[in-house]
């Protein structure tokens, strides 16, 4: 009902926006940090085997998945609402979440930790050509 109301009325649709409160990034950040302390926990505790070799990735395997699935429905519900200073500060948030993931030893496993950066800048290259941001990002 609203999008029909707002698309035969575009001016409406600015004015919502404007007097919309700006999303709470707190549940976001919980569950980024809850699943971050999935993977770090599923990793081996012995000091005599490597956290980042292949067999250390199949115990974290499933943790990672979750991780870049949430970070990504996170980031398209956000660009979603076209929210756009929401979306910039999520990636923010989100970056520093990806980059405390474990770097593996074999380059392989790497590609979901590179599929959620890649996904971050697809967010941050959104909202910053549709956001009509100045000097301020």
């Known amino acids: 009902m609203i999008k029909r109301i707002t698309h035969k009325h575009p001016e409406v649709e600015q004015e919502i926006r404007k007097d919309m409160p700006a999303p709470d990034m707190a549940p976001l950040e919980e569950k980024l940090s809850y699943l971050k302390s999935n993977i ?60 405390a993931t474990p770097v593996w030893d074999n380059q392989p496993h790497n590609t979901q930790r590179k599929q959620c950066f890649k996904a971050l800048t697809n967010f941050c290259m959104t909202a910053l050509k549709k956001g009509g941001f100045g000097k301020v990002f």
Not at 53 to 58: N, T
Request: positive net charge; aromatic residues 14%; charged residues 20%.
């Open 40 to 99: 770090f926990k599923s990793l081996p505790t012995s000091r005599l085997t490597s956290k980042t070799d292949s067999p250390a990735y199949s115990r974290v395997a499933t943790h990672i998945t979750a991780f870049k699935k949430c970070l990504v429905e996170q980031g398209k519900v956000l660009v979603e609402s076209q929210h756009w200073e929401s979306v910039m500060n999520y990636v923010f948030l989100a970056w520093s979440y990806v980059r």
